[in-house]
């Protein structure tokens, strides 16, 4: 045979040969994608069915996400700042001082009564209170100071009030309460009032943690368009713990409209509790009256407003009293904020300002901290007063 021949039937045998071992391999070899072999067509038609292998779409870069703090828990913070009203009680410091030099003079006693009066007790309620404290001593028929001491806490805490209503109303409208059900289930809604410089937009940050330690969700709404770090601040308080802040990027804008737009924002978003801050410059009372009312009258177009929080500078005495009056004709205020409590040894404010304006005081300041605000608990403050 011809020996060109040979080689083309050895070069055919072994293309044919190579070509029959690399298709049973492809068969053999898996690189069928697992989704197709694992489904059986049982028909041509299953085949066009079975769904063709998609690729994941490109993921968008993802932004870190923010680290919120955990607010502090309500019975942590209290036990905290125990202590830190306890150095704010310095005027039971100085009646347990005169109390502890034994068998009482008179001039003991009229120490007693201008210690009383400094820590803005009032002079009415300091005379009451120094007439029935001789009284007790007579009808004890002792000057021992730890007798008096009692009959001190006994009437300090009667003047506090124990008895009344301390708890925020932070229940949300129901439908008997007068909203439509139009855009949404409202929120509880607190509207924080005050002069400037009391606390108004700090207490407003550390109420909305309060809110979330115990577990709530919260909207603010900064109405206090006067001044625009106002809005930046309470903004700042928000981010720290995941609630959302409405406010207007207009400065001046009309406050009444963003308590509004706070107010629709929370009952869109099903929160539990919106609240509102605002401005509190006194220079002109009917102006203020006014912006109040008005801010009030518009939030109560969705739903009733459960707080009014008057917030008040337990530094500032008597002026603070004549302010606090304003704004309580202004707008009608359900509960006291009372700020600042850390550093005054006026703490006879809580008794004054309970008895002028009839309502209790509900949240008190006790520094600049973030988790410095507490519930008001009587007790815990007389104790606090005298040691
Ligand atoms: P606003 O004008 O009423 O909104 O007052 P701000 O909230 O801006 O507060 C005025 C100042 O008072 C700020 O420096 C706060 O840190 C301070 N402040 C607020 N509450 C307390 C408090 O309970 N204790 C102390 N020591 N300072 C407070």
Known sequence: ????????????????????????????????????????????????????????????????????????????????????????????????????????????????????????????????????????????DTSDPDAIRTVLREQLLELVDPGMDRSLNLTKPTPADGWDGAGGEPAAAVLMVGVNGTGKTTTCGKLARV?????????????????????????????????????SEKEGADPASV?????????????????????????????????LGKIKRVMEKAAPVGEVLLVLDATTGQNGMRQAQVFSEAVGITGIVLTKLDGTAKGGIVVTVQKELGVPVKLVGLGEGADDLAPFDPEGFVDALLG
């Open 1 to 140: 045979m011809d020996p060109l021949l040979i080689v083309l039937i050895v070069v055919v045998v072994l293309a044919v040969a190579g070509g029959i071992w690399f298709y049973a391999g492809r068969n053999r070899g898996g690189q069928v994608p697992p989704e197709v072999s694992a489904h059986k067509p049982t028909s041509a038609d299953d085949v066009l069915l079975t769904p063709p292998v998609e690729e994941a779409p490109p993921q968008a870069p993802q932004a870190p996400a923010a680290t919120l703090e955990r607010p502090e828990s309500i019975p942590g913070r209290m036990q905290r700042l125990r202590s830190r009203l306890a150095g704010a009680g310095s005027f039971g410091k100085a009646i347990l001082s005169v109390l502890s030099r034994g068998d009482l003079t008179e001039a003991d006693w009229e120490e007693i009564e201008d210690t009383l009066l400094t820590s803005d007790l009032g002079l009415e309620v300091t005379t009451s209170l120094m007439d029935e404290l001789r009284t007790q001593a007579k009808v004890l």
């Open 259 to 291: 308590a509004y737009d706070a107010v629709r924002q929370a009952a869109r978003e099903g929160v539990d509790v919106v609240v509102v801050d605002t401005a509190g410059r006194l220079q002109n009372k009917a102006g203020l009256m006014d912006e």
């Open 211 to 247: 809110l979330v330690a115990d577990g709530k969700t919260a909207v603010m709404g900064a109405a206090d368009t006067f001044r625009a770090a106002a809005a930046d601040q309470l903004t700042t308080w928000g981010e720290r713990v995941g609630v959302d802040v409405v406010r």
